[in-house]
């Protein structure tokens, strides 16, 4: 599985990201101003950890249309999140009536030397929901590179 965390932290040995601690989970919440309760953290990082597996797993989908199996499959580079900051997507789905995203993160994914960014909007999902957890990702290649609108158009005819 993908591991990451908020400060891009990963172990040099193996390049796999590393999921925070509740702590430090807190901690970053209290740097962003938000107003965390510790007794919390025991619920919240293991969504938080889901949700961002369930993005890589979309990401992962993307990219399974490119042979990158001889490098070891793509890999997370860097990742971002800003949660103020929308993609133009979202601002015309608010426009159009819809819920505006909980958060917005910017991920580069590394793909046998070729750098792909990819922007991920994060939804709550139905409320009542009896299945659990529920959210929705609108994950996406950015467009502001050639192999970004490529890898869109692509999809958008079916290769």
Known sequence: PLANNETNAHTSHSGRWIYPSES?????MRRKDHD?????MKTIVPIHNAVNERAWQEILQWEEPYDSAGCGGPKLVSFRGDASKLTPRARW???LGYQKPFDRHDWMVDRCGVQVEYVI???????????GLSFYLDVRPKINTWEGAMMRARKIIGL
């Open 93 to 95: 789905n608010i426009m």
């Open 36 to 40: 965390p309760q510790a007794a919390d």
């Open 121 to 131: 909007d994060f939804y709550s999902g139905k409320p009542g929901a009896n299945e």
């Open 24 to 28: 430090m989970f807190f901690e970053a």
